[in-house]
């Protein structure tokens, strides 16, 4: 099937610009893609999994002296936020064929944003576990409608690098949330303040909501479908082993982030500035990376790439490990940054390769079906391992494992993507 006629544009106050000429795996070079549109979406991704996700792990050490929370406790945290995430995923797997991808999107902003507020004027650990909750809601409808607005109209050897920039931005956002709480904090003189950092999120989700609703607008058109996700993966090369990288990948990245602050703070013997800070160095990793393997899979093959990734990220894991010295500790981060921050776009645009637009979010719905649970038992798993060792050495051990397993099923499956002769997209 060929894709279908743009569906998002971008306007400035005059006539939308005209349709796109479809993407084909053979398009030429020549073909437009519409960098201001994919720029606007990718800031979404800022708002789930920066905003949502990431800032507990910058915010946590603070939120746990304040509330008192044990890492068990925060492990729930994220493991609230995967579980929602889940619901999330499923919801909009189940009703993409009745609704506008962008309009999901736009529920998803709004709901993320809820939890954002509740976590800013949180007073117990059950408002935090609400909120994160709430947050980790929203999140599923904003990243599996993203990508598919976004890499709408692109040609497909240039779809890997249209879609890093999802990751690109979330990474630029994860360099200033840690800057911006350091500032902050500077200036009241108190390295405890936590909860106006999520108000100031929630504000600025509020921004882009009220952007993407006058800059971006949907013409009716065949909406998603919302059914055949789990045949249409089926019929994908080597489905199984992506399946299971994917689910191996889900533990690692609601785990290592989640629990890097206080491995930093407890067995690395950071200050709370400087554990802050690195936060921002693996923001920095995330920008290279995604731009850099995007590009990089357009040239050797998403599988290639994604098995080096995963590789990247499991040497980081064993770093963290370990009681390595702090500038080893420094550079770990941030190869994990630029490495793990890219498998979610890479694993996007895998699907979107083998599958038509239409089944993109219902395929990639039904892979994030196996992804969740792994992701709700991840940050219980690390958390409770931490509290039952007093360290986080087994923690980061088993990520490092299993990041190692992905790599393998990764690196055992043959290339078959958009710029391979070969592919047929399925209809």
Not at 75 to 100: D, K, P
Not at 136 to 149: K, R, S, Y
Not at 398 to 415: G, H, K, S, Y
Request: glycine fraction near 10%; proline fraction near 4%; aromatic fraction near 8%.
């Amino acid at each position: 099937m060929g894709r279908l006629p743009d569906v998002f544009e971008v306007t400035s106050g005059q006539a939308a610009s005209s349709p796109a000429v479809p993407s084909e795996v053979g398009s030429t070079p020549r073909e437009r893609v519409r960098w201001g549109r994919v720029v606007l979406v990718a800031l979404s991704g800022v708002v789930s999994h920066v905003f949502g996700r990431a800032t507990v792990g910058v915010l946590v050490p603070a939120m746990a002296d304040d509330l008192d929370l044990s890492d068990t406790l925060i492990g729930a945290l994220g493991s609230a936020n995967m579980g929602a995430y889940f619901t999330g995923v499923i919801i909009v797997t189940f009703t993409a064929g009745r609704i506008e991808p962008f309009t999901l999107l736009r529920a998803g902003i709004v709901t993320s944003t809820v939890g954002l507020a509740v976590i800013g004027t949180a007073s117990s650990p059950a408002a935090v576990v609400i909120g994160t909750a709430l947050a980790g809601l929203g999140g599923g409808g904003i990243w599996l409608t993203a990508p598919v607005i976004a890499s709408e109209g692109v040609p497909a050897s240039r779809r890997g690098a249209a879609l890093g920039t999802l990751t690109a931005t979330m990474g630029a956002a994860l360099i200033g949330v840690p800057l911006a709480t350091t500032a902050l904090r500077s200036i009241a003189a108190d390295d405890a303040i936590w909860r106006p950092v999520w108000v100031a999120q929630a504000a600025l989700s509020v921004v882009l909501f009220a952007a993407l609703s006058v800059f971006v607008r949907a013409r009716r058109t065949e909406r998603v479908a919302g059914a055949g996700g789990f045949g249409a993966l089926f019929r994908i090369h080597g489905w199984k082993r992506a399946v299971a990288a994917y689910m191996a990948f889900a533990y690692m990245a609601s785990s290592f982030a989640n629990f890097l602050g206080r491995a930093l703070e407890g067995d690395h013997e950071f200050s709370r500035t400087a554990a802050t800070l690195v936060f921002s160095w693996m923001g920095a990793g995330s920008i290279v990376g995604a731009l850099a393997f995007g590009r990089l899979s357009d040239r050797i093959g998403r599988p290639a790439t994604m098995a080096t990734v995963m590789a990247l990220s499991a040497g980081a894991a064993v770093v963290m490990a370990t009681r390595a010295p702090s500038a080893m500790i420094l550079v770990a981060v941030v190869v994990f940054g630029a490495a793990s921050f890219s498998f979610p776009s890479l694993t996007a645009t895998f699907v979107s390769d083998h599958v038509s637009d239409r089944t993109f979010a219902a395929v990639l719905g039904s892979m994030t079906m196996f992804y969740g649970p792994a992701s709700v038992i991840g940050p219980a798993a690390s958390g409770w391992l931490a509290d039952r060792t007093s360290s986080f050495s087994t923690t980061y051990s088993v990520i490092a494992a299993l990041a190692l397993t992905a790599c393998i099923c990764m690196a055992t499956m043959r290339r078959r993507d958009g710029v391979a002769p070969q592919t047929t997209p399925l209809n």
